[in-house]
């Protein structure tokens, strides 16, 4: 069978199949944020749901002074906020309900806190706005008619520079989300801030056992029927990891979960997002791609065309990052230096992606976050406290984030050279 194929011949299959895959999503990308996207996000005269129409829920294990930041951003005029904890703990501010440890159903791990809180704690308002435990809350005045708002997120500086700079570029990528409206799957869900029609919530529940929730619930119920999906982009602060470790961790579950969930999907949206995902997977051998040509461009017949066509694909990737970049800029301008770090922060963002592709994870593991003392909470989650995430943020100050006020802007101006004021 080896003298059928050379070893150019086969290498030749795999760099060009890798090269039409991966152009093709990025094209499709860039479709999304140049034409979908446009005029797909809410405006403020479409916020027609106040406060009072709003009721919070915070999902945690038990992490009591990462919530109590959370809580203490959210705007005043939110009367209903509930914590959902695995343990008991005080929060000021907000009614905490406990998980009972009997309380049985098909979800796991967060699925099952959500399917309790669902049965079991009262609501009358239209909306529930779900964040997670670390989510800050900012430019929240409302929400408009529809049956499920996804917030937009911008990541926050925890300790890690190459994290926090890896998530810019994946914000970029993320700018996507504006188009999702547009779909009648939309492709994924963050659910750090999002919100969720109270009647739909029942229809559909939480009960299934899945480890990307929000996105396993939002394409079920689409499935359902009918559903209006909106996007509001008031970038709620969430932390960045910490930790490489924990980022690789992170982006494994998130693939392993949205494949795992993907029979829900109709064909052709499965057959899209699997090219999606193994394009996404892909992406951190894109580099190595360009730079094995460079060296050896022997292995490539009509080299020129590949070439050029590769450094165009390439080429993207920093397209991206501009992206994410420009949704930062205002805010913290040493994003900036995601540009020139650009393969490398693919490389590092994405092989989370690779390693859940090649290995599945099948339980939920917890992101490191940043709470008020160092303890250990669970076998799985470092905390460290907002007093430190206030002292090693450049931009953040002692009492920030107590004080805060959930409809003004957390850091409105973070300057380059505040960045390297290190405490």
Request: proline share 5%; net charge negative.
């Amino acid at each position: 069978m080896l003298s059928m194929f050379s070893i150019t011949s086969i290498i030749l299959v795999i760099l060009w199949a890798i090269f039409i895959l991966y152009s093709a999503s990025v094209l499709f990308w860039l479709f999304e944020v140049g034409v979908l996207a446009r005029g797909q996000t809410v405006s403020s005269d479409e916020v027609v749901y106040g406060h009072e129409d709003v009721q919070v829920r915070i999902l945690t294990i038990g992490a009591e002074n990462v919530v109590q930041a959370t809580v203490d951003s959210i705007p005043e005029g939110v009367s209903d906020i509930r914590v959902i904890a695995e343990r008991d703990i005080q929060i000021e501010g907000a009614t905490v309900h406990v998980v009972p440890t009997e309380f049985e159903c098909n979800a796991t791990h967060k699925g099952r806190a959500l399917e309790w809180a669902r049965q079991n704690v009262p609501c009358t308002q239209e909306f529930i706005l779900y964040l997670d435990e670390d989510t800050i809350v900012q430019q929240f005045t409302g929400l408009p008619d529809a049956d499920i708002i996804q917030i937009t997120e911008m990541p926050i500086f925890t300790g890690s520079w190459i994290a926090y700079l890896s998530e810019t570029f994946r914000i970029g990528y993320q700018y996507e989300q504006r188009a999702f409206s547009r779909f009648k799957y939309p492709l994924y869900a963050w659910g750090g801030g999002i919100a969720i029609r109270k009647s739909l919530e029942d229809e559909i529940t939480w009960d299934v056992k899945t480890i990307t929730e929000d996105t396993n619930f939002v394409w079920r119920a689409v499935e359902r029927r009918n559903v209006d999906f909106r996007v509001l982009n008031l970038k709620f602060r969430n932390q960045a990891p910490p930790t490489l470790r924990g980022m690789f961790r992170q982006r494994r579950r998130w693939f392993s979960g949205t494949q795992h969930s993907a029979d829900i999907l109709p064909r052709r949206y499965r057959t899209f997002l699997s090219f999606r995902m193994i394009a996404w997977a892909l992406s951190p051998v894109i580099p190595v791609i360009s730079l094995f040509l460079f060296l050896f461009p022997q292995y490539v017949p009509q080299s020129a065309t590949y070439f050029l066509g590769s450094i165009a694909a390439f080429s993207i990737l920093f397209v991206v990052t501009f992206v994410g970049v420009v949704v930062y800029i205002n805010h913290e301008r040493i994003t900036l230096l995601a540009l020139p770090l650009t393969p490398l922060l693919v490389v590092l963002n994405t092989s989370g992606a690779l390693w859940g592709w090649i290995s599945p994870v099948q339980t939920f593991a917890v992101t490191e976050k940043v709470a008020l003392k160092k303890e250990r909470i669970a076998s799985e989650t470092d905390l460290i406290s907002p007093a430190t995430l206030e002292e090693v943020n450049p931009w953040l100050e002692e009492g920030d984030l107590e004080n805060h006020d959930g409809e003004g802007t957390l850091i409105p101006d973070g300057g380059i050279e505040d960045s390297f004021i290190w405490p």
